[in-house]
């Protein structure tokens, strides 16, 4: 007995008239009787071929083939390859151009040619204090020729994940990273702009044309890119509230890309101070795209985020202020709000941070003093409680404590 085709395999015959034909199942209709799909060519040959594209079509596109990573592969191919396919497209813009910097210009150059099997911890190691010692390629006159702790750690991590994974895939038995010791790296010191210094830094603002941006993140605590990245649309004049959606990135060459903010908590919605929305209300009366912050010479572009750290750096310098980063202006509102008596929860949501937690752990220099001042309070308010029967108590104690004496 002939061996049965499979239904969705198809067929080819040749038809009374002459031509080809070629048949294949695409699925059966409510009685269970079969649907068919037919095509027609002079030849057998030229049949099956539009029969088999005919098939290729029904099934769509199929995923390229995976290639497997050989077991010699070299350290610097697997980088490459898990760098391309494993993390690359799950990270942001901004940070895909740390990661290449990592691996393209340090990594890969110094240990890329050694077989992945045969990387020690050892190799790793040296590499570290390598770069310590000399492994900056540009403004060595600057900084001198070492990196920064937090850039070799940064190396570190990178290589510690990839041959993790490399292990999971069966590539090696163990990781070499685990066993190497990164410097210890600690947060950049936060640095907080007192009342008096921000007011001349507004001051500075508003004679250089760029005072409601510096208003707003003063009053909202926005990342540059969120800031930049606000549309007119995002901001409600009635009710004096501004959506976060986007943020913007800069790409090398100057380009610029719209991409989700940092976290799933970053989209959010912020009300506004009165005098904010006023201000916002105004400026957008004479508004001509449709990005609250334009960029100056092309305003059909949003402004650049390095250009306002740029310009931030110059009015600092212009109002004789501290030098210091665009992020800490979002230090500097969060620690006042904290001051004024915002509850973490509260600044948290407004800040996009994921948990209440992480805002209290930032800004413990401020809850600290906020602890004692809620003591202070605390104290007070059962001082007045208790009234003269306290001074009584508090002056048997002392009477007490004379006579032990």
Known sequence: MGKRRPSDDGMVRKREDGRWEGRIVVGHDEKGLPKTKNVLAKTKSECSAKLNALKASLQGPREPKQEK???DMTFGAWLDRWYQR????????????????RIYQHIIPELGSIPLAKLTAADLQQFYNRL?????????????????DRMVKSCHVTCRVALDQAVA???ILKNPALSCKAPVTRPKEMQVLTGEEIQRLLIQAKEDGCFELLLLELTTGLRRGELCGLKWEDFDSDVGTLKVRRTIHARKGGTLE?????????????????????????RKTAALTQWIFPDPLRPERPVNPNSAYRRLKELLNQAELPSLRFHDLRHTFATHAL???VDAKTLSRILGHTKASFTLDTYTHVTGDMHRNAAEIVGNVVTEWLGDELTLWQNEG????????
């Open 69 to 71: 990573p050989k077991a």
């Open 86 to 101: 494993e993390c690359k497209p799950h990270i942001r813009p901004k940070t895909q151009a740390d990661y290449e910097n």
């Open 132 to 148: 310590k010692e000399g492994g900056r390629l540009l403004r060595v006159e600057q900084y001198g020729p070492g990196l920064f």
């Open 169 to 171: 895939q069966g590539l």
């Open 258 to 282: 719209a991409g989700e903010t940092k976290t799933y908590a970053g989209q959010r919605t912020i009300l506004l101070p009165y005098s904010t929305t006023q201000l916002l209300k105004e």
């Open 339 to 341: 001051a004024s008596g």
């Open 398 to 405: 002392n009477g007490a404590t004379a006579a032990s004496t």
